[in-house]
């Protein structure tokens, strides 16, 4: 019969958003497209992990990740969101914030269960649930505030329905969900017995009078929510790849023996790292952050405007979608090439956020630049006519 890939292999297609970073380093560009920190790593940060190696924190931690880290993240966890969590038992520490979905997708989800996913979405969720069997149902926002009814999830429920994403602050769209968007969610799962999976790894990036709310808080949903997050975007590690996440003590020894076989465990070293930046960094780091990115958002989507390419301005996350329907092309693809072509940016095609052709007028693209960078882009966005 010959040799051939795995059936799964056809849901596994390269992401847009590495297919435009390829295409911005052919042409030497400015990459806005992959969502990659460029801002300074934290001293803390760097020296946890440096005394780490020095001193011999290199080899396997347990699957579950560092203690010293746990207790780290149960302290924080404690602090933003008033929510308990046992170190010992209901902390997991993964490979990013994918990694930690991906081993609570293989735990908690059976082939051909369904689980909502509101869009835009963020294409790594769609093709980590497809990896597991599961089946994605979308549920569109509706612009120009990216908003849904109770009855919008009614319409999206079966028999098969076994959980809900929830990713707030949004990637790509940067909408933070309200609280009384997150009790409409809160009474659907309730209703429907479902897990939620959250994504809040953008919980620092919040701007305006916008509050993260982390979605076990509510009411009765401590027990049905994997929270996830991780700290490369709020320590601009990106490439350390620790991530990690909360959840019942019933889900969590799964979810550990998942991370176990896939992962063996995140970078111990770097772990070491994050839980210094954890334990060092006040209340004053996570807030300037908020103050510093909100400047960038601000300067970048007023050059949009500028250029014509109207922006949906984001409430958090560091991402923009901007409508691009004025730029030559039939698709999003076609569209991000010209502006690729013409200014050496590049951005994600709307498309990879949509499941069907809502996206071919948006762009994505991704403002957690440096000043100099952000600046540079900025002028070339003028050189669109």
């Known amino acids: 019969m010959g040799l ?63 203690l010293e880290l746990r207790e780290a993240l149960a302290l924080k966890q404690k602090k933003f969101s008033s929510l308990t969590f046992d170190p010992e038992c209901e902390i997991i520490v993964s490979a990013g914030a994918t990694g930690a979905l991906y081993c609570a997708f293989q735990a908690l989800l059976n082939s051909g269960d369904e689980v909502i996913v509101f869009e835009p979405f963020y294409g790594y969720h769609i093709s980590t649930l497809q990896a597991a069997e599961a089946v994605p ?22 028999s098969r329905t076994k959980a809900i994403i929830v990713n707030t602050p949004a990637n ?51 027990e049905r929510t994997i929270t996830v997050s991780g700290s490369s975007k709020t320590f601009s590690v990106t490439g350390w790849r620790i991530g990690y996440l909360f959840c019942d003590a019933r889900w969590a020894q799964a979810i550990g023996y998942f991370n176990d076989l896939v992962y063996v465990c995140a970078p111990a070293p770097l772990q070491a790292g994050v839980a210094t930046g954890l334990r060092e960094l006040g209340d004053d780091y996570y807030h300037n952050l908020a103050v510093e990115y909100q400047a960038k ?32 092309g039939l698709t999003g693809k076609e569209r991000a090439m010209h502006i690729l072509q013409k200014t050496g940016l590049a951005s994600v095609p709307g498309g990879a956020f949509y499941h069907d052709k809502r996206g071919e007028k948006m762009v994505r693209f991704c403002f957690a630049k440096e000043d100099a960078v952000l600046d540079e882009a900025i002028r070339r966005l003028q050189l669109l006519d």
């Open 4 to 66: 051939t890939l795995s059936d799964r292999n056809a849901c596994m297609l390269q992401s847009e958003i590495r297919n435009m970073s390829i295409e911005c380093r052919r042409v030497g560009g400015i990459n806005l497209a992959q969502g990659v920190c460029d801002t300074p790593v934290p001293e803390a940060v760097l020296q946890g992990a440096a005394e780490a190696i020095g001193q011999g924190i290199n080899s396997y931690t347990h699957y579950a990740g560092l």
């Open 137 to 158: 149902v979308y549920l569109p926002l509706n612009l120009p505030d990216w908003s849904f009814s109770a009855h919008d999830l009614e319409r999206t429920v079966t």
């Open 172 to 222: 790509p769209s940067g909408k933070v969900f309200s609280s009384d968007e997150l009790e409409i969610i809160a009474s659907f799962a309730e209703r429907f017995d479902l897990f939620v999976f959250t994504d809040e790894i953008y919980e620092h990036f919040v701007y305006g009078d916008c509050v993260h709310r982390s979605f076990a808080s509510l009411p009765g949903m401590r």
């Open 297 to 328: 958002r601000d300067r970048f989507c007023e050059a949009l405007s500028l250029a014509g390419l109207h922006p949906s301005i984001p409430d958090g996350a560091y991402y923009v979608l901007a409508d691009v329907s004025r730029i030559p």
